[in-house]
Structures are given as C-alpha cells and as structure tokens.
C-alpha cells in the first residue's frame, strides 16, 4: 500500500524559507494517473490547500500562497519537495504530503513546523 | 476567493443518523469529497465522487448530491465515528483545490 513520508525541520525563523520533503514508498511518484499535493492545518484550524505537481514538473498553486510557494519533483528518489519562502507566525502548521486524484488519498502522517525566532 | 460552507458543529446520539452539509455554487458542476479526521490523525477519505466510498469504509458513511448542496450522512453512528469533517472540492474553473472549514461530530 502506497506510503507518504514528511520530512524537513520542525522550526523555522521568521523570513526565512521552510523546506519540505515527501518520500513515496510502495508505489511510483512516476504514475501517470496522479498528481501530488501539499496541504496545511494550523493548530486548531482546517485544511487548506497549497499547491500540486505532477512528475513532470507541472505545477498549480493556491493563488492566496502562489508568490511564496516553489514544489518541485524528484523522481529519481521517488520525492517532492516544498519550498515555502518570507515565512511569519501564520505559516506555523502541520504540513501534508498526500497522492492526488482530484481527492487526496492517501496522506501522509504530517510534520509540524513552527516558525520562531 | 471560492468557499465551501459547512456548519462547525453537529452532535448526535450513537445510534443515531448525523448529516454534515456542505455548500457552494459550483457544486452542481464539480464532485465534491469528504475526510475525516480524528484528534492528532491525519484526514482520511471517506466519499469520493459525491457518493462513492473507498474501499475499507464503512459502509454506514454515504455521500449525495442535490444542486448546491453536498450532504455527508453517517448512519448508526458510533462513538468512533466522533471527529472533525471536511468537504472538499474545486473552483467553478475546476482549477483550485478548495476546503470547506470543517464540522466537528460530537457523538453524545
């Protein structure tokens, strides 16, 4: 069964970039079928989307985080990475990887990341 | 920006049906899904398609569709069944991906 693994530091400064990455196991970042997607829940808070790409590099982002955000792809080591840049206090949330068919399924478990100084 | 409206909150006793709805415009044209999420969990799909359901899910969590409105419907509800909900869906363009806030069941 496909598995999503986030990786990346729990603490980020202010302004600085947050980088993540998601490792695919059991199955092919390569399928044709599917996109992969990063999701976010500040604590307390509900799901919103970031932005998706496809193995070939194709990209589509949320427009309310498009100035900010680059995902990139690695199919050689089966991962794709998020970049997060001039991050604040309202960046600090648990960050999803998941594999994307229109829905998301399935998800990775989350990493929390918090930017302070 | 496009939003999907749900009701923050639904209670219901165990044994008992709970419907969680969830709106927008362009729902008539795209097909809306549904996770759940338990406390510390990540969210896990239940519908897809409007009312298809993945295999592993119970069958009692089932998934329609009329105009504007979605409805998530959990019949028999358990205690495990307590947790928070989301729609999700895309714009009327069928570009972004969008969530709706989320509905906490609280099985009484």
């Known amino acids: 069964q496909l598995q999503l693994q986030e990786s990346g530091p729990g603490l980020v400064k202010p302004s600085e970039t947050l980088s993540l990455t998601c490792t695919v196991s059991?199955?092919?970042?390569?399928?044709?079928?599917?996109?992969w997607g990063w999701i976010r829940q500040p604590p307390g808070k509900g799901l919103e989307w970031i932005g998706s790409i496809y193995y070939s590099g194709s990209t589509y982002y949320n427009p309310s985080l498009k100035s900010r955000v680059t995902i990139s792809v690695d199919t050689s080591k089966n991962q794709f990475s998020l970049n997060l840049s001039s991050v604040t206090a309202a960046d600090t949330a648990v960050y999803y990887c998941?594999?994307?068919?229109?829905?998301?399924?399935?998800w990775g478990q989350g990493t929390l990341v918090t930017v302070s100084s | 920006s496009y939003e999907l409206t749900q009701p923050p909150s639904v209670s219901v006793s165990p044994g008992q049906t709970a419907r969680i709805t969830c709106s927008a415009d362009a729902l008539p044209k795209q097909f809306a899904y549904w996770y759940q999420q338990r406390p510390g969990q990540a969210p896990v799909l239940v519908i897809y398609?409007?009312?298809e359901r993945p295999s592993g899910i119970p069958e009692r969590f089932s998934g329609s569709s009329s105009g504007t409105t979605v409805t998530l419907t959990i019949s028999g509800v358990q205690a495990e069944d307590e947790a928070d909900y989301y729609c999700?869906?895309?714009?009327?363009?069928?570009?972004?991906?969008?969530f709706g806030g989320g509905t906490k069941l609280t099985v009484l």
């Open positions: 998941a594999r994307q068919d229109n829905w998301f399924d399935p």
């Open positions: 059991r199955g092919s970042i390569s399928s044709s079928s599917y996109y």
């Open positions: 398609k409007d009312s």
């Open positions: 999700q869906s895309a714009d009327s363009s069928g570009t972004y991906v969008v």
